[in-house]
C-alpha cells in the first residue's frame, strides 16, 4: 500500500512538474528552463550525488563508457523534446505520447535485448501503435512541429529505458549524475541564444521550484519500486494521464479532444496487457 501511495504521488509530483514547464517555456527558452532547473536538481542532490568518491573518479571507472555517453545523451535529448512539444501541444496529448513508451521498448527488445516476445504481447504492441496513429492525427493539426517533437522524445526515452537494462551494473546515483552533467552542460552551450531576463521573483520561485518537484518525483518513484513489486506498482503510471488531463484544463483550459481520449485508451490498454505479460 505505502509504494502504491508513493507511485501515485510520484506521478503527481510528474505531473506538477511538466505543468510548470509548460508554464515557464511560455516566456523562457526551452534551454534556459532546462538549465536553471538542472542547476536546482543538482542542488537538492548534491549530497546523495557527492557519495561514492571523488567525481571524476566514478565517470573514469564507470562501465560500458560509450553507453553511458549515448544515455546521457538521449536523457538530455528526452527532456528538450518534452518542452517543445509541450509549447505548442496540450499537456495531457503530451503525456499520452510518451505513455507509449514502454510499448516501443517491447517492440524494439527482441533486436536490441535478445529478448523473446510472444505473439499476444505483438497484439498488444499492434493496439499501442494503433493508438499512437489516433494520437498523432489531431497532434499534427495542432501542431505538426510538436507532434514531431513529440515522437522523438518518446523515442529518446524509450531508449533510455533499454539503455538503462544494459546499464544494470552502474549505481543510481551515478546514472542522475551522468544525466544532470549532460543537461547543465546542454544548456549551458544553448541557453545563451535564447536567454530571457527573468521576470518576477515568482518566476525565479518557479523555476527553482521545478528542479525541486522534478527531484521529488524521482526520488517517490524509485522508492515506491523498493517498497512493492513492480508488477503492483507499475500500472499505477498510467495516472499520468489523469494528473495531466486535469493540471492541462485547470492551468491552461484545455479540453481532451475525443481522438486524443480514443488514443490514450489503446495505449493505456496496450501497455497494462505488455506489463501483465
Known amino acids: 500500500m505505502a509504494g502504491a501511495l508513493l507511485m501515485l504521488l510520484g506521478m503527481a509530483a510528474f ?8 508554464w515557464l517555456v511560455a516566456d523562457y527558452g526551452v534551454a534556459q528552463v532546462i538549465l536553471l532547473r538542472s542547476l536546482a536538481a543538482g542542488l537538492i542532490m548534491a549530497p546523495l550525488l557527492m557519495r561514492g568518491g571523488r ?5 573514469r571507472s564507470a ?23 509541450v509549447s505548442s501541444m496540450p499537456l495531457a496529448d503530451v503525456m499520452a505520447f510518451w505513455m507509449a513508451a514502454p510499448i516501443y521498448v ?16 505483438w497484439v498488444a504492441v499492434a493496439v499501442g501503435f494503433t493508438g499512437v496513429l489516433i494520437l498523432l492525427a489531431p497532434s499534427l493539426q495542432i501542431s505538426g512541429t510538436g507532434a514531431f517533437f513529440a515522437l522523438l522524445g518518446t523515442a529518446a526515452f524509450a531508449a533510455i529505458m533499454v ?3 544494459s546499464l544494470r551494473e552502474t549505481a543510481d546515483r551515478d546514472l542522475v549524475f551522468f544525466q544532470l552533467a549532460a543537461a547543465t552542460l546542454a544548456g549551458l552551450a544553448l541557453a545563451p541564444f535564447d536567454w530571457q531576463p527573468v521576470q518576477s521573483g515568482s518566476d525565479l520561485a518557479l ?7 522534478a527531484t521529488a518525483a524521482h526520488m517517490l518513484v524509485t522508492r515506491a519500486l523498493k517498497l512493492a513489486d513492480a508488477s503492483v506498482v507499475a500500472p499505477l503510471q498510467y ?3 489523469v494528473w495531466g488531463a486535469a493540471f492541462g484544463f485547470l492551468v491552461f483550459g484545455d479540453v481532451p479532444a475525443p481522438a486524443m481520449l480514443i488514443g490514450a485508451f489503446l495505449i493505456v490498454v496496450s501497455g497494462l496487457i505488455v506489463l501483465r505479460r
Open 163 to 165: 539503455l538503462g537494462r
Open 55 to 59: 567525481v571524476l573518479d566514478r565517470i
Open 207 to 213: 523555476l527553482f521550484l521545478l528542479g525541486v518537484v
Open 63 to 85: 562501465p560500458r563508457p560509450r553507453l553511458q555517453a549515448l544515455r546521457a545523451f538521449c536523457a538530455t535529448a528526452e527532456v528538450f523534446c518534452f518542452y517543445l512539444a
Open 239 to 241: 495516472s499520468l494521464l
Open 106 to 121: 517491447v517492440a524494439i527488445s527482441p533486436f536490441l535485448l535478445g529478448e523473446h516476445v510472444g505473439k499476444r504481447t
Open 15 to 22: 505531473a506538477g512538474n511538466d505543468a510548470i514547464g509548460k
